[in-house]
């Protein structure tokens, strides 16, 4: 039986996450951090006698599922309550998932990586600076410029609410005024820490702005204790984070909305 989850359904929820906790990453850090409700979040979940067996969160436009019960007709229900940008999750779910969701998402596939250690990363150039809240609309400007990131950051409300609530780190390089290259950190779960929004402006790329970037939050990262975590679309042998000494864990994949991308395929 699918429920509507509650703050008091944490635990149980909390218990079925951590047996993948890598893969789990970003549905755990938003439970601890907001609860099973806010104003942009819901969770719901398929309980038998007890025992869960699959989570769904919609976390502003995006929707995160997990378990071997995900049901495609409830998903469907979710997307005609809900304006989903991008369902995602391991992705042999996510594929399966594809012929529910329908024509109007394209189906991405990524690898999970993780990172064990610093040696391999970059040095600090001191070139890249923390955002500020006043930066959350400039950021969310430069991540639509760049079509990888039109659907997962297509909220300028999710990117403003965590730079303002400390919700992990965001930063930016500049030249002359506009932001030229970004990434950032999530508010991350009890061991691991997904890293996104890395990217940089083509006519800037090549120079080594975003290792600076990935490396200076790794470090952060590791720091605490964790274990730093990103998905990377392309293989290793041309990945900036495979270089950086990050290493395949699983296979991620996102249903991503069309009409959302302005993708033509």
């Known amino acids: ?70 049901d495609g007709a409830f998903v469907r229900s979710l997307l005609k309550r809900f304006p989903i940008s991008v369902i995602m999750g391991k992705q042999e779910l996510v594929e399966r998932l594809s012929g529910d969701a329908g024509d109007g998402y394209i189906l991405r596939c990524k690898r999970l990586c993780m990172l064990e250690g610093e040696d391999a990363l970059q040095p600090d150039a001191g070139r890249a600076r923390r955002a500020e809240p006043a930066d959350a609309g400039r950021i969310h400007q430069f991540l639509q410029s760049l079509p990888e990131f039109t659907s997962l950051y297509a909220s300028g409300e999710m990117i403003a609410d965590r730079i303002r609530n400390n919700d992990g780190i965001h930063l930016m390089l500049e030249r002359d005024g506009e932001i030229v290259s970004h990434g950032n950190s999530t508010a991350g779960a009890g061991r691991t820490v997904m890293l996104g929004g890395v990217g940089t402006a083509p006519a800037f790329r090549g120079r080594g702005y975003a290792s600076e970037i990935v490396s200076a939050l790794s470090r952060a990262v590791l720091a605490e204790g964790k274990k730093p975590c990103v998905f990377c679309g392309r293989g290793p042998e041309e990945n900036l984070f495979d270089r950086l000494g990050f290493r395949t864990v699983g296979g991620w994949a996102t249903l991503e909305a069309v009409e959302r991308t302005g993708i033509d395929e």
């Open 1 to 70: 039986m699918i429920i509507t989850c509650a703050d008091s359904h944490a635990g149980l929820l909390e218990r079925y996450l951590e047996q993948e906790y890598v893969f789990n990453t970003f549905l755990l850090a938003d439970l601890r951090l907001y609860g099973a409700s806010a104003p942009f979040q819901d969770t719901w979940a398929d309980v038998e006698n007890g025992v869960c067996r699959a989570v769904y969160m919609r976390f502003y436009q995006n929707l995160m599922v997990y378990g071997e019960a995900v």
